[in-house]
C-alpha cells in the first residue's frame, strides 16, 4: 500500500511538473509570438522609412543627388539625376564613380588650385572628398555632362556621409540645373554692357555737341552785345532794338543747352558738386536781382521775407543758385499782376538743422494731376505750356535732382487759379559725400578715388568674408605691406563698415550665407558713398564677367599668394599720384596718347618732342620713370640717352624705350646696358606697358602714406 | 596802358573779345596756341591772362601750369575760359595755377569786373 501510495505521490508532483511546463512553455510561445509580432511591426515601419526617403529623393525631380562611397562608387542616384543626366540608376549602381559626369579639364583645373596646400586632393574623387571636408555644403558652379554629351552648367553641394564613430564613408553630391539662371545672366551682363556703351556715347556726343554749339554761340552773343553798345554810340536807336533780340535768343538757345547739359551729366552720373560755404542772404539778393527785370515785365511785386538766423549755407553755390532761379522764373512765367513772395527761414530735424527757401507765387496755379508730373524731365504741367510759356520742361526735374544730390528736397502745393508754393529745404552742411554723383561710378583714377577716401580710409583695406580663417590670411598679409585690414563676417555687416571707414579698397568673398557677395557688390555700387571704393572679388567662382560687369576694380580666384594680392592692393595705394613720367616722342599724336592714358594713372606727365627738350624737362624737375622714342629730330634717342649717362644725377632714372625702329644687334646690345626695357610700336597693348610703369614707378616712388 | 594777353584759338572768339577789350582801354596782345601763349607771356609780360583752354598743341591748362612755373611770368594773374561745361574743369583750371575760371560764352560784363578785380579799376 505504502508503494502504491508512494507511486501515487510521484505521479502527483510529476503531473504539477508537467503543468508547469505546460505552462512555461505557454507563456514563453505567447512572448515568442509577441516578439515576432513586434519585429515585424518594426521592420514594417522601417519599410514605409525607406520608402519615405526614396519618395523624397524622387521628388526632388529637379534636383539631382547622387551619393557614393569614398572610392566613388555610386550607392545612390535618385530620378532627378536620371533625369538630369539621362543614365538610369540601374546603369550606374555600383559601376560607376561621380567623375563620370564632369567634365575632366574642370576636375582638373579644380584640383590645381589646391596645388602646393597641405593636404589638399591629388586628383579624381579626392576633390570631393576633399570638399566634403572643407566647404560644408557650400554650392559651387560646376559642369554636368549628360549621357548624350551635352553640358548642363550646375550648382552643386558636395556633403560628407560619416559614421557615427564621425568617419568619412562617402559623400552626396546635390546639383541643380543652373542653365536658366546662366542664361539670364548673360542676357543682363549684355544689357548692361549694351546700355553702358550707349550711353557713353551719348555722354560724348553731348559733351562735343555742346562745345560746338556753344562756340558760335558765344560769337553770336558777343558780337550783337557789341554792335549793340556800338549802335548805342551812334544813337542808332532802331539797330539797338534789333541787336537785342539777336542777343535775347542767342541766350535763350544758351539757357536750353545748358539745362540738356545739366541733364545729360545727371543722367551720366558725371554732375559734380561743389561745395563750399556762402552766406545765404546775398545769394538770395543775388538771385533776385538777376530775376527782377522779368519779375518787372510782368508787373508782379517780389517780396523778401526772411525769418530767423540765416548764416551761411555749405553746398554748390551755383547749384543753389541755380535751383532758386528755376523756381522764380517759374514763377514769373506762371504769374501776372501778382505777388511772388521768396522766403528763406533754418529749421531744425532729426538729421541736422536745414535751411528752407519758399517760392510762392498767386498765379494759375496747378491741379492735382498736372502736380504729380512736374518734376519729370520734358514734361510740364501741360504740354500747351510749353507753346504758351516756353521753356524746355527740364528746370524742375534737373533742381529736384541738384536737391537730393546735396541730400535735400524740393516740394510743391498748388491750387488752380490760386497759385503755387515750391519749398526746398537742403541742410545746412552738405556733406561731399552726399554729393557724390546721380548714379554710381566707376573708379577712374587715383583722383576720384582719393576724394572718396574718408579720414580712416587711406590706409585701411575692409575684408568681407564669412570664413575667418581668410581674415587672418588677408591681415597677416596686409598688416606686413603697413596696410590696417578691418575685418567683416557678413555682406550686411561689409556694408555698414564700408560706408563708415571708406576704405581704400575692399576685399569680397562671393559665397557667404544671407546676403551674397554679388548682392554686397551691387549694393556698395549703387551707393553714392561707396561707389568709388575699389573693390576686388576673391573667390572660389570663377565669374569674372558678372564680377566687372557690376563694377569690380579686380576679381582674384582662390587660392591667392600674397604676392598677387599686394600686387593688386597697392594699385589703389594712395599717393602713387606722386610718380612723375616723361614721354619723349616727336609724333604728337602718338605723344598725345600715352600722354593722356599715364595721366589716367594719376601721374604726373611732361612731354618732349626730342631728346633736347627731354633733357632741358629734366633739368627742371627729374622724372620718376622715361618713356622714350629712338628716332627724333634735333637729338634722337641714342643721343639722349649718352647724354643721360653723362650725368651722374640722371644715370639712375629708368628709361623704357618705345620704339618702331628695327633694332641691329648691336643697338639692342647697346640699349641694354642703359635702358631698363624696350617695347615695339604696335607688338604691346597699352596695359603691358602701364604694367611695366606701375612696377618702376612702384619702386621708385615711396607712396606718400 | 593795361596790357592783357587773350589766348584764343577760335578766330571769332578773339577777334570779338579783343575788340571789346581795346574798346575799354586795353592793350590786346593775342595768342592761338598754348606754345604761343607760353612765349607771348614771357616777352610780352601782360598784366592779366585770358587763358582758353581747349586749344591746339599744349593745351591751356598745360600752358597754365608752365607760365605759373616760371619765375617771370608766375605773378601774372590768368583767367581761365573755356567752353567745357563738362566734369570737374573748374578744379582743374584751379589745379593748373589759375587765379580765375569763367564759362563760355562770356558775358561780358561779368569778365570785365573779374579783369578789373584783378588789376584794380583806375588805368595804370
Redesign the interface.
Known sequence: MDAIRQLMLHNQELREEVRTAREAAEITARLVVKQFDETERVLELFKSANAQRQAVLDAASRISIIAADRHGKITLLNRGAERMLGYSAKEVLGKRTPLDFHLAEEIKASCEKFNGIAGGPAGGIDLFLYYAQHYLSEEHEWTYVRKDGTPIPVSMSVTGIYTSEKELTGFLCAAMDITQRKRQEESLREAMVAAESANRTKSTFLANMSHELRTPLNAIIGYSEMLEEEAEDLELKSFVADLRKIRTAGKYLLALINDVLDLSKIEAGKADLFIEPFPIESMIREVIATISPLIEKKTNRLELSIAGKLGNLTADLTRTRQILFNLLSNATKFTEKGTITVEAFPKSSPAGERIVFKVRDTGIGMTNDQLSRIFEPFIQADASTTKQFGGTGLGLAISRTFCQMMGGEITVESEPGKGSTFTVELPREVKWKQAAGGSARRVEGANVHQKAAGKNGPNTVLAIDDDPAVHELLTNYLRKEGLEVVCAGSGEEGLRLARKLKPMAITLDIIMPGMDGWAVLAALKADPETASIPVVIITIEENRDLGFTLGASDYLVKPISRVQLFDTLRKYRQGRAAGRVLVVEDETATRDLMVRFIRKEGWDVVEAGNGREALDQIAERKPDLIFLDLMMPVMDGFEFIKELRAHREYRSIPVVVVTAKDLTPEERQWLNGGVYRVFRKGSFSREELLQQAREIILREVKPAV | MRKILLVED?E??RD??S??LA?RDFEVVLAVTGREAIEKAASALPDLILMDL?LP?VDGWEATRKIK?QAATAAIPVIALT??????D??KAMEAGADDYDT???E?VRLLQKIESFLGSKPA
Open positions: 577760335n571769332m572768339n570779338m573779345l575788340r571789346r574798346k581747349s598743341d612755373s567752353a567745357h561745361a563738362m566734369a570737374d573748374r578744379e563760355k560764352p562770356v561780358f
